[in-house]
């Protein structure tokens, strides 16, 4: 697992990278329905990445990580989707609802494996 400081530095220029890259074919994905859905999934990838350096930041300055993060992340990658198309707000939100689920359940059960090995020693 990479420590935060280098993983809030990775999150951040994925963020730069994903957005740049959604700007300049900004048209493109608004063109069709299924661009326009893809739009929304890359929206999410916002929420995703910037969710992470959020996080990375708040445990590097040792604040309590919770649901503002969340919303923050939400916010920001419901703003960058709505540069694209309108269409593209109600997908990335859908996707990124799973994306959160999904993070969710991974991070327990990382936690679990851990409490499990550190019980044994």
Same mark, same amino acid.
């Given at each position: 697992?990479?420590?935060?400081?280098?993983?809030?530095?990775?999150?951040?220029?994925?963020?730069?990278?994903? #957005?740049?890259? /959604?700007?300049?074919?900004?048209?493109?994905?608004?063109?069709?329905?299924?661009?326009? $859905?893809?739009?929304?999934?890359?929206?999410?990838? #916002?929420? *995703?990445?910037?969710?992470?350096?959020?996080?990375?930041? /708040?445990?590097?300055?040792?604040?309590?990580?919770?649901?503002?993060?969340?919303?923050?992340?939400?916010?920001?990658?419901?703003?960058?989707?709505?540069?694209?198309?309108?269409?593209?707000?109600?997908?990335?939100?859908?996707?990124?609802?799973?994306?959160?689920?999904?993070?969710?359940? $991974?991070?327990? *059960?990382? *936690?679990?494996?851990?409490?499990?090995?550190?019980?044994?020693?």
């Amino acid at each position: 697992m990479a420590a935060p400081g280098s993983s809030m530095l990775y999150s951040f220029l994925l963020f730069i990278v994903i #957005l740049s890259l /959604q700007e300049v074919y900004r048209g493109k994905l608004a063109s069709s329905e299924w661009f326009t $859905i893809l739009g929304g999934f890359t929206s999410s990838l #916002l929420f *995703l990445v910037s969710l992470t350096f959020i996080g990375n930041l /708040q445990e590097t300055s040792g604040m309590k990580t919770g649901w503002g993060a969340v919303i923050l992340s939400e916010a920001i990658a419901l703003i960058a989707a709505s540069t694209v198309h309108r269409v593209c707000i109600t997908t990335c939100f859908l996707f990124s609802a799973g994306l959160l689920y999904e993070v969710n359940k $991974i991070s327990g *059960l990382i *936690l679990s494996r851990s409490e499990g090995k550190s019980k044994r020693h």
